[in-house]
């Protein structure tokens, strides 16, 4: 639907050895341009809006917004062609990106509704100057790597503001994935929740490291209950982690492995010696308190409250 | 590179305090292993702190001073091991299987205090009592 009445636009791919010779002409028919861009700006804004919407982009905006925002993206727009500077563009692109964004739209609906908008501009240049082919190649010779650029800086500004969220998320996630907690004197318990990856894997290694150093531990509690597989890989690093605690003098206690993650142990061929393992957290946590010498007692008959 | 070797009580307490040649090593293992049986004491502890490189022959000595004076009567602790180093030890190989490791010196005496105690309180000859209980580990 889209391509089926403007198959002269992509006919100007070969044009850019022409503009660097008339790059005069070229800045005299931009003027030209943005004066029929600024003359029909309300009826090619509603086009676009119309078309917009006709093709179920930005479905998570409604339809009064999509206005809004078509007309600041048309102004912004007009405004790159006329003075050629993108900067401005850019800014914006990158605070709609960050408006937007945490509504759910995606890259292709921003990329998308910046075609089309090319596409309804490049139309109504095709109405306009229909009698005077020359006049319609020469005004496309300037306006299409001006409006590739725009569609370009508008979509690497999207995307670069989404990988800049992604990294922000990731970086939040690291910090939160590994927490090693003392719970006695001497007792570390390190709870892994979720899919350990080889980098998760190291910074774990490293956390606990330093954490049996600064805590002076004898005993730590490895708790992989919320993890419900890891390959032979993450299998082994664990392993060596549990080695290298040995080295600095602390005992590993390895709690609630899943059946999967035992069968994935015992496929590696790990020295089970080496390792000491307990069902869950509690017996675990049981069994350390054991090697240091800690003592539950329960007093039958008194309340918690007491 | 001369490694210090001092007596404390029935311990020794070697620091090593930098990186040690191959021949530097060997040197300690005589050293150790000697003046273990001339002090007649009951521990060793081997202090790496300082060392932020250990290669393979000088894990295989450290181990080998662990089993050779356990031979002897005494028990061998090593301390103060890099958290860094540990895992590049371990990811090499080098997990000084059988060896008794501690964070520091402190812990290495507090280990070395605790199972004195509980030599003394088995009641039994101390001197002899020590060959059984490195029987546990015989891989020497």
Redesign the interface.
């Known amino acids: 639907m889209k391509g089926s009445k403007g198959p002269a636009a992509p006919a100007s791919a070969p044009l850019p050895a022409k503009i660097a010779i008339g790059s005069e002409s070229t800045t005299s028919l931009l003027r030209e341009l943005v004066a029929h861009l600024r003359q029909n700006r309300t009826q090619l804004r509603e086009e676009w809006a119309r078309r917009i919407t006709e093709a179920e982009l930005l479905t998570a905006m409604t339809k009064e917004e999509i206005f809004a925002e078509a007309t600041s993206v048309y102004d912004n727009y007009v405004e790159a062609l006329e003075t050629g500077t993108f900067e401005a563009l850019q800014a914006y692109a990158r605070n709609l990106s960050e408006r937007i964004i945490p509504r759910g739209v995606e890259t292709h609906e921003v990329v998308g509704i910046v075609l089309l908008l090319r596409d309804v501009l490049a139309r109504s240049l095709f109405a306009k100057y229909q009698g005077d082919f020359t006049k319609l190649n020469r005004i496309l010779d300037a306006y299409e790597p001006a409006a590739n650029r725009i569609a370009n800086t508008v979509a690497v500004g999207f995307v670069q503001e989404r990988e800049r969220i992604i990294r922000e998320q990731q970086e939040a996630i690291r910090e939160l994935s590994t927490p090693v907690l003392q719970v006695r004197e001497r007792l570390l318990i390190l709870p892994i929740i979720g899919v350990i990856d080889p980098q998760r894997a190291r910074q774990l290694?490293?956390q606990l490291?330093?954490g049996?150093?600064t805590n002076?531990a004898k005993v730590v509690v490895i708790d992989i209950t919320g993890v419900a597989a890891m390959d032979a890989t993450v299998a082994n690093h664990l392993v060596?982690?549990v080695?290298?605690?040995?080295?600095?003098?602390?005992t590993v206690i390895v709690t609630g492995l899943s059946p999967e993650i035992a069968q994935t142990l015992v496929t590696i061929g790990v020295d089970l010696g080496k390792m000491t393992t307990v069902g869950d957290l509690q017996g675990g946590i049981e069994e350390a308190e054991r090697l240091l010498g800690y003592k539950v007692v329960h007093f039958a008959g008194e309340t918690p409250e007491a | 590179m001369d490694v210090p070797v001092l007596k404390q009580g029935p311990y020794l307490i070697a620091t090593v305090q930098s990186a040690l040649t191959d021949a530097d090593l060997a040197q300690l293992r005589r050293t150790l292993v000697e003046q273990v049986g001339r002090y007649r004491s009951r521990g060793l502890i081997v202090d790496v702190t300082a060392v932020d490189v250990l290669d393979s022959f000088a894990c295989r000595t450290l181990r080998d001073i662990a089993h050779m004076t356990g031979f002897r009567g005494a028990e061998t602790v090593i301390v103060g091991i890099h958290a860094d180093l540990a895992f590049a030890m371990v990811q090499l190989g080098l997990s000084l299987e059988g060896v008794t490791t501690a964070l520091d010196l402190e812990e290495g005496l507090a280990y070395l205090d605790r199972k004195q105690r509980s030599v003394k309180a088995l009641g039994s000859r101390p001197r002899q009592s020590a060959g059984p209980r490195n029987l546990l580990h015989p891989r020497g």
């Open positions: 290694t490293e490291l330093r049996i150093r002076r060596q982690t080695e290298a605690s040995r080295l600095l003098g602390a």
